[in-house]
């Protein structure tokens, strides 16, 4: 029986979006790796933009790139314009 996988998490800032959904982060160490969002994150839509403190999770075998598995909350963060809960007229 093989077992699981074992990942390496590090926190990290989001520092440039980039296409396809993917993010450059520089961690706390000063290292910049790319990441793309978690499945469960974007099935809960949850937004990352620039600036947004985050973890990173990655594999030993290959420490440039990594998964974003959550965006952590600023407290007192001024919330953005237009991010009001959206209702479908029907």
Known sequence: MSTKE?????DGIVTE????????VQLDNAH????????????????????DRVTVEMTPYDLTKGR??????TEGAPRPP???PQFRRR
């Open 6 to 10: 074992e990942f390496i998490e590090f």
């Open 17 to 24: 979006l980039l296409p396809e959904g993917r993010y450059r």
């Open 32 to 51: 910049t790796v790319l990441a793309y969002t978690a499945g469960r994150m974007k099935r809960n839509k949850i937004r990352t933009l620039v600036g």
């Open 68 to 73: 974003i598995t959550f965006r952590h909350k």
């Open 82 to 84: 237009g991010q009001r």
